[in-house]
């Protein structure tokens, strides 16, 4: 289970519309699936369709998680026309079986959803969201 705090949640929700038409994304830190902070990255693939991190930033943002303690739980990104489900693409770039997979469609922009997943050698396993 991946607990968040509704201010992260809306957080994140306002970092993916603010990158539209492109995907967003992110790292979650914490401990024991409890989202502590969340840290917005930049989308070096400017994409509708895809994200990918730059690697000098995610290293510094993957050291700062680790200086101040926490656990990199989570990945987020969106998703702007499509459900809040793996892509193809997504799966190639799973490389962090412990970590949840946090997807934010923005569908329906009025109504943002959140799924958090699993991605264990191509598996997904979906895992519950709580948002308190």
């Known amino acids: 289970m991946l607990k968040i705090k509704k201010y992260f949640f809306e957080q994140i929700v306002v970092h993916c519309k603010q990158e539209a038409p492109n995907e967003a994304c992110g790292l979650l830190a914490g401990k024991d699936g ?17 994200f990918l991190m730059d ?20 990945i987020y990104h969106s998703h702007l026309a499509s459900e809040a489900y793996p892509s193809e693409h997504d799966l190639r770039l799973a490389f962090y079986p412990d970590v949840s997979y946090v997807i934010i469609t923005l569908k329906d922009k009025n109504k ?14 979906e895992e519950e969201v709580r948002i308190e």
Do not use: C, H, W
């Open 112 to 125: 943002p959803v959140i799924r958090s997943f699993k991605i264990t050698e191509g598996r997904i396993t």
């Open 55 to 74: 690697p000098k930033e995610q290293l510094k943002l993957t050291k700062e998680i680790r200086n101040s303690g926490l656990d990199m739980i989570g």
């Open 34 to 50: 409890e989202v502590a902070k969340s840290y917005e990255a930049i989308n070096v693939d400017k994409s509708p369709e895809s």
